[in-house]
């Protein structure tokens, strides 16, 4: 599987985007997808995740600011940005996790990540 993540770019704080990251191709239906994000210098971090279930997941950093939203025909995530900071600077790069019944990740797959630069 291969994600394409796109929809990144140069935004005002306070500004919104809306991040895409569409599958090449269907997997299983008990998965994973969510975002990631890496700024200069620190480490990648969790930013958002939905179930196939419909459960999600926020960072406290953007809780109330950001949506993650999924289209599973489409086999596409989003990730609604708003009342974007200069600290949400960073590259974010899509996940998707298959597994198991039981919770058992089988395949982990990456994007290859879109900038997002908020100006202050």
């Known amino acids: 599987v291969q994600l394409q993540a796109s929809g990144g770019g140069l935004v005002q704080a306070g500004g919104s985007l809306r991040l895409s990251c569409a599958a090449s191709e269907s997997f299983s239906t008990i998965n994973i997808m969510g975002w990631y994000r890496q700024a200069p210098g620190k480490e990648r971090e969790l930013v958002a995740t939905?179930?196939?279930?419909?459960?999600?997941n926020y960072a406290d950093s953007v809780k109330g600011r950001f949506i993650i939203s999924r289209d599973n025909p489409k086999n596409t995530v989003y990730l609604q940005l708003n009342n974007l900071r200069p600290e949400d600077t960073a590259v974010y790069y899509c996940n998707l996790k298959t597994m198991t019944w039981n919770a058992v990740t089988t395949a982990d797959y990456w994007g290859q990540g879109t900038l997002v630069t908020v100006s202050s």
């Open positions: 939905e179930t196939s279930g419909g459960s999600t």
